[in-house]
């Protein structure tokens, strides 16, 4: 795919949705970071529906500690792996609290750091909390990168490396949001709806659908 196709196709996404964001709740950098460790394997829609009552009385790891693991796996309890979840966000809160004076850091290494912390939620921090222009690549983003030929590769590191490569800079601070938006939405797993895309005549995956 040459560079002209892909300012095209980030230009008709930014014109769709000039100002994408995640579909998770959260009010601040830490709630973000707890709903986006408990989202992994689980939907947004079901992490929201668990975190409302929950970030309603916890906004801080201090707060999250004086609720204890055992009463935030209550919390969670519909959402897959809760009991690592809550171990790992309560071992988080203790490092924030310990180390960064409560506050979550803006630095990829200090995120990786935290329990249940890996690349993929260590991006989604930065680029959602702190404005930095990275791109989390998740299942969604995998898949639309590799079928639109946006940024093809046989691995998350390896369509992320090519998405910050190729992605041109007036977009890579939405980039993450318009893809995955676009994946779950569009270009879905099964049956992608080819014939209600937007970016359909600069897409090149050869398998299109009439739907």
């Known amino acids: 795919m040459n560079k002209q196709k892909r300012i095209e196709i980030f230009t008709r ?5 000039p100002h994408p964001t ?3 709740g959260y009010s601040n950098p830490f709630q973000l970071l707890v709903a986006v460790t408990l989202s992994a394997q689980s939907t947004d829609v079901g992490v929201n529906k668990a975190t409302r009552a929950l970030f309603k009385k916890v906004r801080t790891p201090q707060a999250m500690l004086k609720l204890g693991e055992a009463n935030l796996r209550e919390h969670i309890k519909t959402i897959g792996l809760y009991n690592n979840k809550a ?14 004076q409560g506050k979550v850091p803006d630095q990829r290494a200090a995120l990786e750091a935290l329990p249940g912390v890996g690349r993929k939620t260590a991006n989604v921090i930065l680029n959602t909390a702190f404005g930095q222009p990275t791109i989390a690549v998740d299942t969604h983003i995998f898949r639309v990168s590799n079928r639109t030929g946006v940024a093809p590769g046989k691995n998350v590191v390896e369509v992320e490396n090519r998405l910050l490569k190729f992605v041109p800079d007036e977009f890579k601070q939405d980039a993450h949001h318009w893809l995955i938006l676009h994946g779950r939405y569009t270009c879905v797993a099964r049956t992608p709806r080819c014939g209600s895309c937007i970016i359909e005549d600069l897409c090149e995956y050869r398998h299109k659908t009439e739907t």
């Open 22 to 24: 995640t579909e998770l």
């Open 87 to 100: 171990r790992n966000v309560i071992a988080a809160c203790q490092i924030l609290v310990e180390q960064h």
């Open 13 to 17: 996404l930014r014109n769709e949705n």
